[in-house]
Antibody, heavy 118, light 108 residues
Framework: QVQLVESGGGVVQPGGSLRLSCAAS????????MHWVRQAPGKGLEWVTF????????YYADSVKGRFTISRDNSKNTLYLQMDSLRAEDTAVYYC???????????WGQGTLVTVSS | EIVLTQSPATLSLSPGERATLSCRAS??????LAWYQQKPGQVPRLLIY???NRATGIPARFSGSGSGTDFTLTINSLEPEDFAVYYC??????????FGQGTKLEIK
């Protein structure tokens, strides 16, 4: 079965950095676009970033552009999110996910909590 | 950027009643719209894709309709486990892949 397992969350001070990982299994990772979506405590879902299957194109929400970097290693079936210059408003559960534009291909990980606080 | 507006923000109903949730897009998204259900502490669960198709394992009491800018999620004969937050998501024009702000379905 499909599994997406995030890791790397934790507590970091404002201005600090953190790197999240998402280990994928049960589907063809190397041909799938991948997303990060976040959810601040008590708030709604916010799309953060997307990377195409081969890593050649990446897209970011304005709120993280220039601070976050998405990448992937298809040889390791792993997705990454490098988060720099973190702010309090980046505090959220971060989910890795993959979905098709059309159709029911849709998978989410369990999420990892990032807390930015001094 | 396409903005999705969900209404109402909160819907209070009793088990057995019908719930009608709305999602309006600021510009046409054709049928590239999905609905999710999220319960506290859980991962969003796909209910409806392509505006009107039920995802695998989703009960028939859930149905989606609409195209263009106006979409509806209908839940017939509410069960106790249906009380949750519901989000719509557009997959038409991206980035960004926008979500609605959510509708909380609560027990009356």
């Amino acid at each position: 079965q499909v599994q997406l397992v995030e890791s790397g969350g934790g507590v970091v001070q404002p201005g600090g950095s953190l790197r999240l990982s998402c280990a994928a299994s049960g589907f063809t990772f190397s041909t799938s676009g991948m997303h990060w979506v976040r959810q601040a405590p008590g708030k709604g879902l916010e799309w953060v970033t997307f990377i195409v299957y081969d890593g050649n194109n990446k897209y970011y929400a304005d709120s993280v552009k220039g601070r976050f970097t998405i990448s992937r290693d298809n040889s390791k079936n792993t997705l990454y999110l490098q988060m720099d210059s973190l702010r309090a408003e980046d505090t959220a559960v971060y989910y890795c996910a993959s979905w098709a534009r059309l159709g029911d291909f849709n998978y989410w990980g369990q999420g990892t909590l990032v807390t930015v606080s001094s | 950027e396409i903005v999705l507006t969900q209404s109402p923000a909160t819907l209070s109903l009793s088990p057995g009643e019908r719930a009608t949730l709305s999602c309006r897009a600021s510009q046409s998204v054709s049928r590239y719209l999905a609905w999710y259900q999220q319960k506290p502490g859980q991962v969003p669960r796909l209910l409806i894709y392509d505006a009107s198709n039920r995802a695998t394992g989703i009960p028939a009491r859930f149905s989606g309709s609409g195209s263009g800018t106006d979409f509806t999620l209908t839940i017939n004969s509410l069960e106790p486990e249906d009380f949750a937050v519901y989000y719509c998501q557009q997959r038409s024009n991206w980035p960004p892949y926008t979500f609605g702000q959510g509708t909380k379905l609560e027990i009356k």
